[in-house]
């Protein structure tokens, strides 16, 4: 699952026994991905066989972590695929949104308002999550592909666009192969049949980064070895600093009566960034895990960097070190679930007509599940991105005139962008109405006495955009200082 605009991903459960069982289907996951590389790689085998060990061995893995609710993995799949196979051409792919996501919906009510509200034990939507991406990206790209014409599309759309419809054992391979059934991430179907047939290194094998002929590289297929035991490790340290912080400094203390009565303001802002800061390597431990059990199957590869070296980060869905230390909403958005970002820019963001921020929100929301939480946190955060542009667009030119004036801005915008982004998650993690809007009432007061103090005279000083005069000026005053060593 996903945080912000896509922000926290479920897609772990954290009951300890399921937990258990996640772990332990991942790394047989991770052995099999080697194997799968190894033994049934297409210079060997035929891609019809690659795609049943692939569909079978998720099918077990899934099984084996969530029982019979498995069967709703198909179930939606059957669903969808009836669609796709017999609604015409030309509405194909928004009926596929509807059945897809209405069906994820169906099951993630029942499980929260009929079986255990606010428990994680029987999470089986989560692996539904990635399948509904799977599902719908799939259908706009079948769309994009047989009904219209390549000057209708984008560069990206075209290189995505599905020409021929799947049969049903690619598109199950598709949804269900053992390296993403359990935890991801989405990719797309193109892609993936470029893994399956062992053509996914062909066209970056021959050019490097400069888009020249690499004959280096030609002779031999690029080894994900050492990216899957960087990986690793980063896995290892994730979890260690997780399972060391996460009872140290639970969120639900910053709506704590006595500690909020007790703790000055900066304290309690200090410990929300923290405590915000000791989950976030749960989801860098299932993320991360999930690369490197696809990468050591051989899926992943996304050409070399200026050194030559391989790159293996196609289908990662996090950068760790530029969402930490991110200076803008949108940085730390563009780098944390990256996959369910481009499935919400590709599916929603780029096609939707009409206020396409807030569309894209709602569909993350709904896609999350139906904790009011979840509605809470998309709704503060089209606030924050809202906020965050016009910030970003009145200010920041004032702070480009040297080198000093861009650090200190960039200091001030990073401690802005975590703290913003802890405030907007907190309802995502305590799920529920009552604390969320516990936590938002605490809160509230001192914002607003803020916003009158500080923020709203800036706000309508800068009110207008800079002219185009202005920006000539601040940038000739720029040249001036750089050429006085400012």
Known sequence: ????????????CLSVPLQVNFVVCQLFALLTAVWFRLYLHPSKTSPFIRHVVATLLGFYLALFCFGWYALHFLVQSGLSYSVMVFAGLEHMHKYCLIVALGYLSFCQITRVYVFDYGMYSADFTGPMMVITQKITSLAFEIHDGKTSADEQLSTTQKYLAVR?????????????NFMGILAGPT????????????TGYQPRHLENTNGKENGKYKQSEPSPKNDVIAKLCTCAISLAVYLSLCKVIPVERSIDDSFISSTP??????????????LRPKYY????????????AGFGFNGYNKDGTPRWDLISNLRILDIEFATSFK?????????????????????????????????????????PGYYLTFLTGIAMTMAARAIRHNVRPYFLVCDT???????????????AISYTVVPFVLLAVGPSLKFYRYISCTELYAWSCVIMPRALLL???????????????????SGCGC
């Open 405 to 419: 004036y861009k650090q200190f801005y960039d200091v001030i915008t990073w401690a802005g962008t975590q703290v």
């Open 285 to 296: 431990f299932v993320w991360t895990l999930a690369d490197a059990i696809n990468n050591a």
């Open 331 to 371: 940085m730390f958005l563009d780098n944390w679930n990256i996959q369910t970002s481009l499935w919400l820019k590709r599916v929603c963001y780029e096609r939707c007509p009409i206020s396409p921020t807030a569309a894209t929100f709602l569909l993350s929301a709904m896609w999350h599940g139906v904790y």
């Open 265 to 278: 303001f900066h304290l309690q802002v200090i410990y929300l960034y923290l405590a915000m800061l000791a």
């Open 463 to 481: 009110s207008k955009p800079l002219s185009s005069f202005h920006i000539n000026v601040i940038r000739r005053v720029a040249a001036v200082k």
């Open 187 to 198: 990719c797309s179907y193109n892609d993936y049949m470029a893994f399956i047939e062992g």
């Open 1 to 12: 699952e996903d945080r912000p605009a896509h922000s926290g991903s479920r897609v772990v």
């Open 164 to 176: 021929r419809m799947p049969s049903l054992l690619e598109y199950l391979s598709y949804n269900c």
